[in-house]
């Protein structure tokens, strides 16, 4: 089974940039779609967006469309989401996620491999 893992996250203030990083362990690899979540206490996990195994396919959820891009790098096996222009209601746990299989726009069921998160904190 795949194994991912978030860095990348942190405090920055509102209009700021961060950049996650989402790599897979040595000798295994992301072939399908890679997403990327964020929670906050209490409400659902979210999709914010996926790529799909060969980069050539993206989503975005509406609140983020214009700001954040996310860009895979197959021969490092990492996923990248760059977020610009961020918002106070851009707070949460950042989590990475691999699909187990090939489906296209993947669905939260689709992601089988999850990471442990990293913290996103903008200010006001």
């Known amino acids: 089974q795949v194994q991912v893992a978030e860095s990348g996250g942190g405090l920055v203030q509102a209009g700021g940039s961060l950049r996650l990083s989402c790599a897979a362990s040595?000798?295994?690899?992301?072939?399908?779609?890679t997403g990327w979540f964020r929670q906050v206490p209490g409400k659902e996990r979210e999709l914010v967006a996926a790529?799909?195994?060969?980069?050539?396919?993206?989503y975005y959820v509406d609140s983020v469309k214009g700001r954040f891009t996310i860009s895979r790098d197959n021969a490092r096996n990492t996923v990248y989401l760059q977020m610009n222009s961020l918002k106070p209601e851009d707070t949460a746990v950042y989590y990475c996620?691999?699909?187990?299989?090939?489906?296209?726009?993947?669905?939260?069921?689709?992601?089988?491999?999850w990471g442990q998160g990293t913290q996103v904190t903008v200010s006001s």
């Open positions: 790529i799909s195994g060969s980069g050539g396919l993206t």
């Open positions: 996620a691999a699909a187990a299989w090939n489906y296209w726009p993947p669905r939260s069921a689709d992601f089988a491999s």
């Open positions: 040595k000798r295994t690899y992301m072939p399908y779609a």
